[in-house]
């Protein structure tokens, strides 16, 4: 049990809040735990209709614990606390809405390329930066960017893993909508109650066809993604990000070939 990952039902609404402020709710491997078992409870449960994950009013998540990842995974991507988390959220029935204020980093962008509803807050701050530390896309974003907004844009955000604004993300069709940081949980709350008042199984069939296109393709590209992440999670340029990013430096690429 970790108390950084904070569930609260609120009506037929699960509201998951990632809460680990002073590290920017950077993800433990408890906390992906704790988000999986949020996903699998909210399945299990008739009284609860639609997931919402937020954050606070100024930080969603700095993407996965980067000390975390200077230890590698231990096992097959698919069974790591991480890994089960991403196969839960991309098989989940019910609708799943984000409220994104502040970075949104890593896994932070990739796990709302499966929500149904993503409200971003003006302060809202994306990126992927897979590449700048050494490692490659993860979540299913080598599939669903290219497929959403583009390749050349997936290129673009996955390759040179550049920061992009609300607006930015709202110009690409990432996002639904752009709020005011401090009304974006209750603009993004307001659509879980709505969705929540829908006829349930008329919503399930809808999220599955809309999921259908890319669902036995998303399995297979997270485990080739996460076989691929784990292995280069271990890579000397992996190795030189981390030290960077501890010595909160630039890492230096140059001598790698
Ligand atoms: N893992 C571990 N610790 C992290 C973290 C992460 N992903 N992101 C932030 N932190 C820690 C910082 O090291 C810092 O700790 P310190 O106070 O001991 O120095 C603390 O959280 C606050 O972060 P800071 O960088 O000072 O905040 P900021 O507002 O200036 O910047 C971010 C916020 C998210 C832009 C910046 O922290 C960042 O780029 N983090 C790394 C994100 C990342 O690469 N994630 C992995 C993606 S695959």
Redesign the pocket.
């Known amino acids: 049990m970790t108390n950084l990952v904070l569930t609260e039902q609120q009506g037929q609404v699960l509201i998951v809040r990632i809460n680990r402020l002073?590290?920017?709710n950077?993800l433990t491997h408890d906390m992906y735990t704790a988000l999986g078992d949020a996903l699998t409870a909210a399945e299990q449960d008739s009284s609860i209709r639609c997931v919402l994950f937020t954050g606070s009013n100024d930080c969603f998540t700095?993407?996965?614990?980067?000390?975390d990842?200077a230890e590698g995974l231990p096992e097959a991507f698919e069974h790591t606390p991480v890994g089960r988390f991403l196969i839960l959220l991309a098989s989940a029935t019910k609708p799943v809405v984000a409220a994104v204020n502040g970075?949104a980093?890593?896994?932070g962008t990739t796990m709302l390329l499966h929500c149904d509803f993503v409200y971003a807050g003006a302060n809202a701050?994306f990126?992927?930066?897979?590449v700048?530390?050494g490692?490659c896309p993860e979540g299913g974003s080598s599939l669903l960017l290219p497929t959403w907004i583009g390749r050349a844009r997936a290129a673009e955000l996955l390759m040179l893993g550049g920061a992009f604004s609300a607006e930015d993300a709202d110009r690409l069709g990432l996002i639904n909508r752009i709020c005011d940081p401090e009304q974006t949980e209750a603009e993004a709350l307001d659509t879980c109650n709505r969705l929540a008042a829908q006829a349930p199984a008329a919503i399930r069939a809808t999220k599955a066809l809309l999921n259908r296109p890319n669902k036995e393709t998303l399995l297979d590209t997270l485990k080739a993604e996460g076989a691929l992440f784990s292995e280069r999670l271990q890579s000397p340029e992996a190795a030189e990000a981390f030290m960077a990013?501890r010595e909160?430096r630039k890492p230096d690429f140059t001598h790698f070939d």
């Open positions: 002073d590290r920017k950077a700095a993407g996965n614990d980067l000390s990842f970075p980093v890593g896994i701050r990126q992927m930066p897979f700048n530390l490692l990013f909160k």
